[in-house]
């Protein structure tokens, strides 16, 4: 997963008027860099995000199914694991979302 807060972005203006963007690696010297919480922060918000996408396509396929007689081996069927409550939701994005970032120092 790459998160947008690894990479600082700059806008400049060349010499024709037009627009560059330019991403460079944070650099703590200069005083622009994120902190750790902020990052977790966002990993959690954007996990959090994705899990109630899915929720909402889960809830649909789940309509459509009930539609339909569903012929397939159980051996080919999905597992699917039912979270309740938006606590356990929250705790499970915030758990998927320090992974991510833990994942992605050490994959550097």
Known sequence: MMFGMVLQETV???ESGKEVKKQEKIKTR???SVKLVELLDEAKDRQLKKFEERMGLQKE????EENQIESTE????????QIE????????????GISSVKYYDLMQ
């Not at 396929?61 to 459509?64: G, L």
């Not at 159980?74 to 694991?81: G, N, T, Y």
Request: glycine share 6%; net charge negative; hydrophobic share 35%.
């Open 30 to 32: 200069a005083g622009k």
């Open 12 to 14: 400049t203006v060349d």
């Open 74 to 81: 159980p051996a080919q069927q999905q597992v699917k694991v």
């Open 85 to 96: 409550g938006q606590e356990e939701l929250e705790k499970a994005a915030e758990v998927l």
């Open 61 to 64: 396929a789940t309509q459509e």
